[in-house]
T-cell receptor
Framework: DADVTQTPRNRITKTGKRIMLECSQT?????MYWYRQDPGLGLRLIYY???????NKGEISDGYSVSRQAQAKFSLSLESAIPNQTALYFC?????????????FGPGTRLTVL | RKEVEQDPGPFNVPEGATVAFNCTYS??????FFWYRQDCRKEPKLLMS???SGNEDGRFTAQLNRASQYISLLIRDSKLSDSATYLC?????????????FGKGTMLLVSP
């Protein structure tokens, strides 16, 4: 089955550490997204990419950076993690021609910053 | 005004009940509308798209009222397995790009 995968699934780190979250997809979709989800705040868009090397800031990009070096991969980096970046992070994909605006989500990465 | 607003619930209903969720959105230029379902600690998954003419998928019926900027989801004959959080999602243009905005979700708890 074509899929969206995220690694790691769980990560505990300390304040000030650099963290990278990886997302891979076998759907052949051109668009990829990173969201974070916090209790009571819902899903918020961090960054999105509509093609290789295309990068766009979302609602809450401060403190994060991304890289889209290949169509199938979209990585999210926290250069210097802080406790309020503790959250559940989701990667998603979409493809306007194949499935319109529907987004397909990975299983999530639970990040805890101590 | 928040972009996509939903009653957070929880809605507690017995099996077999009919339950309705509502959602309002602020951007009148929004172009696509969805209901997603999210189980606890899992990823959101598309439940159904919402069309202006209304659409039905088994026990689920979605309605869109563009004039009132209002979306609804009706679940008939609730099952225990319907317990989840339901996310109202609206698609629109952001600086020339199409993105989705998610409501915070409405929690449904179906009890025996």
């Amino acid at each position: 089955d074509a899929d969206v995968t995220q690694t790691p699934r769980n990560r505990i780190t300390k304040t000030g550490k650099r963290i990278m979250l990886e997302c891979s997809q076998t759907k052949g979709h051109d668009r990829m997204y990173w969201y974070r989800q916090d209790p009571g705040l819902g899903l918020r868009l961090i960054y999105y990419s509509f093609d290789v090397k295309d990068i766009n800031k979302g609602e809450i990009s401060d403190g994060y950076s991304v890289s889209r070096q290949a169509q199938a991969k979209f990585s999210l980096s926290l250069e210097s993690a802080i406790p309020n970046q503790t959250a559940l992070y989701f990667c998603a994909t979409s493809d306007l021609r194949k499935s319109g605006n529907e987004q397909f989500f990975g299983p999530g990465t639970r990040l805890t910053v101590l | 005004r928040k972009e996509v607003e939903q009653d957070p619930g929880p809605f507690n209903v017995p099996e077999g009940a009919t339950v309705a969720f509502n959602c309002t959105y602020s951007n009148s230029a929004s172009q696509s509308f969805f209901w997603y379902r999210q189980d606890c600690r899992k990823e959101p998954k598309l439940l159904m798209s919402v069309y202006s003419s209304g659409n039905e998928d088994g026990r689920f019926t979605a309605q869109l009222n563009r004039a009132s900027q209002y979306i609804s989801l009706l679940i008939r004959d609730s099952k225990l397995s319907d317990s989840a959080t339901y996310l109202c999602v609206v698609g629109g243009m952001n600086s020339g790009y199409s993105t989705l905005t998610f409501g915070k979700g409405t929690m449904l708890l179906v009890s025996p």
